[in-house]
């Protein structure tokens, strides 16, 4: 066999492994401002805008951060890093879940804030103290039922987009940039059984009716034939105040805690006389 054909063979073979060779990447993924994702574009939130959002959210130690459509993981790095929460991003994109966690190990809370891959929609978040997003107001408006089946007193707070008639607690701005807080209302609507000792009288009882659309609540108590209206009801998170006037002119202040169908807490009189109350929800 002539060194020509021997030739010819070897560049041949050569450039067959060329072809078989896998190619390798140009470049590392690098995120781009309005680059499609499943349901949005990604646009990233100002840094001062996370600080707002979770300071909004009174954020400390103890809590555990779900940052719904995580991105680059900025949201719950920050909130590792920063406040000192455990804190989970729950990312689509299986791309962008690799940059965000580069980006934990970067910021050195690799151990404290973890991006996954995962769909928001599908996803279990009820252990979360504090959800943060920044998604369109149809997506809130697709998580609000199940948002509002978390446990009372969750914080809620979104970038740039509220959830429509459920008005948020708090909205802060920042440089021409929103930010809105909700708190998870706990569900006291209906009627209620209640109980008060102390406060200058033996053991009373009457029944308390409350009108609640989310943390907005009004109401009357029945005072015998009479229907006093509530003054000044709140409810926030699990924590609900309200007050009324009694029969013999005395203003009653009430100040407790739900937990489920049952509430209790302290009442003062405008005398300074205190006692204690509960109901239960009949």
């Known amino acids: 066999m002539s060194h020509a054909i021997l030739r010819g063979a070897a560049l041949a073979l050569a450039f067959a492994m060329l072809a078989a060779a896998p190619v390798a990447s140009a470049q590392p993924f690098k995120p781009y401002v309005g680059q499609q994702g499943k349901d949005v574009v990604w646009v990233p939130t100002p840094d001062e805008v996370v600080e707002r959002m979770l300071n909004m959210a009174q954020t400390k130690p103890e809590d555990y951060v779900i940052d719904l459509g995580a991105g680059d993981g900025k949201i719950a790095i920050t909130a590792a890093k920063k406040f000192g929460a455990r804190a989970l991003g729950v990312e689509y994109n299986p791309e962008m879940v690799s940059h965000a966690q580069s980006n934990a190990r970067a910021a050195g809370v690799l151990g404290k804030a973890q991006i996954v891959h995962g769909d928001i929609f599908v996803t279990d978040f009820t252990k979360a103290t504090v959800i943060t997003m920044y998604l369109l107001p149809s997506l809130n ?12 007193g969750t914080r809620v707070v979104a970038h740039a ?20 807080l909700w708190i998870v ?52 998170g ?16 009430f100040t407790g805690r739900v937990t489920g169908n049952s509430m209790e807490g302290s009442f003062r009189t405008e005398s300074g006389q205190e006692g204690r109350w509960s109901a239960t929800k009949k």
């Open 185 to 236: 209302p706990a569900n006291v609507n209906g009627r209620w059984a209640l109980e008060l000792s102390g406060g200058g009288g033996s053991s009373e009882k009457l029944s308390l009716n409350l009108d609640q659309k989310f943390q907005k609540i009004e109401g009357v108590a029945y005072l015998g034939p009479v229907q006093a209206g509530l003054r000044e009801p709140r409810l926030s």
């Open 141 to 152: 408006m697709k998580l609000r039922p199940q948002i509002l089946a978390m446990r009372p």
């Open 161 to 180: 987009f509220n959830m429509e008639d459920w008005e948020p607690d708090e909205t802060s701005d920042v440089d021409g940039r929103r930010a809105f």
């Open 238 to 253: 699990f924590r609900i105040n309200f007050a009324y006037v009694d029969n013999k002119s005395v203003r009653r202040d």
